[in-house]
């Protein structure tokens, strides 16, 4: 089963909309709930850095008897240095992000924690397509 | 826990006029319209009694015990939650409401609250314990329920400690036994404001034979204030023997904030059903719901002061309780005082079992199976108008969906679907009545003019 999600750039409030109708169906197929809480935050991180940087992106999800595929691609101002992205602490988040209480710099490294398998692919002034993968 | 719920909440068919207020208010999704009826399933309702609250018709009711069953006992024992007395306006002092309790047959009151001081320093101890945040109170049986049945990672997170009334009615047994009354002519009868605490009391080993019947706090309302009106002119005969006074924080525990005004570090009180549901889902997503302590959780709007069984204005009776509790001392009796070895005793009873998880699932069978059920769920929706109007009987399309994918409904009770299907001429128009008949029964499609809202109404 696949399922997509429009996510807005610079529109906070509606972060965690993807990431809550995808716990709704792992919890529907009975999947462990730490595995879930895993899968959940890293989708809900993965919004939240397309929301924060980019202009527009997709989330898409799809379910498989024993894994989960999440692929995040947006339309931003890509990564330069994606190693440098995935060190804890380095963000290039806006003042603005940052008062909202995100832009922490724990967005990618958070991710690449909590899934099984992360890969990222940017080209500067493009786009970012993050894939996720975690096995049931 | 296996053998399910039980449940408070009935539907009197006789009442039932299938009108889908209910199925479109509650908050589990767990009523349906079936053959011009509104049927509840088990396992999704948690009691929190919002069905009973839409009903237009007064066909959701309450269950309770028969009063006349308090006679059974020499020794008649009613635990009356702090709230019942804020039923009554500010004139009406708690000796007078007491002694009109004891002239219709009571002889001892026994505040539900006695012992909320020893369960809160209790919950305290649990709550500096906790492996993980937040703490939840285990106070509001239908809070429990629903995190048992949409929130089930959530019910490690229940402390286990008894409700002050299981733990009231615990102690003062015992010190009526320790006085020398015969433990089989105690009849301990809980007055309670919603459906949810009968379900918690009826469903739960450990009240039988603790207590002996539960009463609808509206129902003994109108008895004591029958008495009160009638006896107001003459001075009460009826030796009320008083209750031990609470504190002001022991009367205000079913208050919202009640709790969580007892606990340090960050604190949240939230009250009503739906409220509760966003926060969770909220907080539970961005992981703030792991920086909070101590959450008090209640399904009624203004806590119990709210439930469906307490007459008085919910707005109204909170205050009244809040100016009730204001005249009462600072100082809690029991925590302070010790009262024999019932007290002493009542420190090791005062925990209660664990929570168990019962995910509300809406399919079954493996994941393979599920994902399929849900895939046809989608494309079902495809081609259903997505309005959620209920006149199917389902709460709305996607419950709609999923009926029919569980094999419960079909795609042509949709009334749009009906149409097209007419149209179509897959469906004749003596099959689409027949249809509409199965779930809203014969009289629904006959003219009436007794019903709600038409020219003979009441008559």
């Not at chain 1, 940052?98 to 710099?105: H, K, P, S, T």
């Not at chain 2, 319209?33 to 069905?51: L, Q, S």
């Not at chain 2, 402390?159 to 105690?186: C, H, M, W, Y």
């Not at chain 2, 001429?425 to 006959?446: C, D, T, Y």
Request: proline share 4%; charged share 20%.
């Amino acid at each position: 089963m696949q399922v997509s999600y429009d996510i807005e750039g610079g529109n906070f409030t509606r972060a965690g909309y993807a990431s809550s109708d995808v716990k709704r169906v792992l919890k529907q197929l009975s999947i462990d709930s730490q595995v879930i809480k895993r899968i959940v935050i890293a989708l809900y991180e993965g919004e939240v850095n397309v929301v924060a940087h980019a202009w527009s992106g997709k989330a898409t999800v799809t379910f498989d008897t024993d894994k989960i595929t999440i692929v995040i691609a947006d339309r931003g101002p890509g990564i330069p240095d994606i190693d440098r992205a995935m060190q804890a602490g380095y963000s290039t988040a806006s003042p603005a992000v940052r008062e909202m209480g995100f832009g922490a710099g724990m967005g990618l490294p958070n991710m690449k924690k909590n899934v099984d398998e992360l890969l990222i692919e940017s080209t500067v002034g493009v786009g970012t397509t993050v894939t996720m993968i975690t096995k049931f | 826990m296996s053998k399910g719920f039980y449940h408070a909440l009935k539907i009197n068919p006789e009442r039932c006029t299938g009108c889908t207020h209910c199925v479109m208010e509650c908050p589990t999704g767990a009523l349906r319209i079936r053959n011009g009826k509104a049927f509840i399933h088990p396992n999704w309702c948690v009691d929190c009694a919002e069905c009973m609250r839409s009903c237009p018709s007064e066909a959701i009711y309450v269950e309770q015990d028969d009063f006349n069953r308090i006679f059974d006992y020499q020794c008649r024992v009613a635990l009356v939650p702090a709230l019942f007395f804020a039923q009554f306006s500010k004139t009406r002092s708690e000796e007078e409401i007491c002694s009109a309790l004891c002239s219709i047959g009571f002889t001892h009151i026994v505040p539900v609250e006695l012992t909320a001081g020893v369960v809160a320093e209790r919950m305290r101890q649990k709550i500096a314990q906790a492996e993980r945040n937040p703490s939840i109170s285990p106070f509001c049986p239908a809070i429990a329920r629903l995190l048992q049945i949409r929130f089930p990672d959530l019910t490690d997170n229940i402390l286990n400690v008894k409700s002050p009334f299981e733990a009231s009615a615990t102690l003062f047994r015992r010190e009526l036994i320790e006085q020398g009354v015969d433990s089989e002519q105690i009849g301990m009868f809980y007055v309670t404001p919603c459906a949810a605490k009968i379900a918690e009391v009826k469903g739960n080993d450990n009240c039988n034979g603790l207590i002996q019947g539960v009463l609808n706090m509206d129902f003994l309302y109108n008895k004591v204030y029958h008495i009160i009106q009638s006896h107001s002119a003459e001075p009460s005969s009826s030796t009320a023997q008083m209750p031990a006074p609470l504190s002001t924080d022991e009367m205000c525990w079913s208050q919202t904030g009640g709790e969580a005004r007892h606990f340090a570090g960050r604190t949240l009180a939230i009250d009503e059903i739906h409220n509760v549901i966003e926060f969770i889902e909220r907080t539970e997503l961005t992981g703030e719901i792991q920086t909070v302590d101590f959450l008090e959780l209640r399904a009624c709007d203004r806590s119990c002061c709210g439930g469906v069984l307490a007459p008085a204005n919910r707005f109204i009776a909170s205050e009244r309780l809040d100016k009730r509790a204001q005249r009462h001392s600072e100082q809690s009796m029991l925590a302070t005082t010790t009262t024999g070895q019932a007290r002493d005793s009542l420190d090791n009873t005062i925990d209660s079992p664990p929570y168990m998880p019962m995910a509300k699932l809406t399919y079954t069978g493996g994941i393979e199976e599920v994902l399929r059920q849900m895939n046809s769920v989608r494309n079902i929706m495809c081609f259903l108008p997505g309005i959620d109007c209920g006149a199917c009987g389902s709460p709305g399309c996607q419950a709609l969906a999923e009926d029919i994918v569980r094999g419960e409904a079909h795609l042509s009770n949709c009334i749009f679907m009906q149409r097209q299907m007419e149209a179509a001429g897959k469906l004749s128009n003596q099959s689409a009545l027949l249809i509409m008949e199965r779930v809203w029964g014969k009289e629904r499609m006959e003219k009436n003019c007794f019903k709600k809202g038409a020219k003979y109404e009441g008559k």
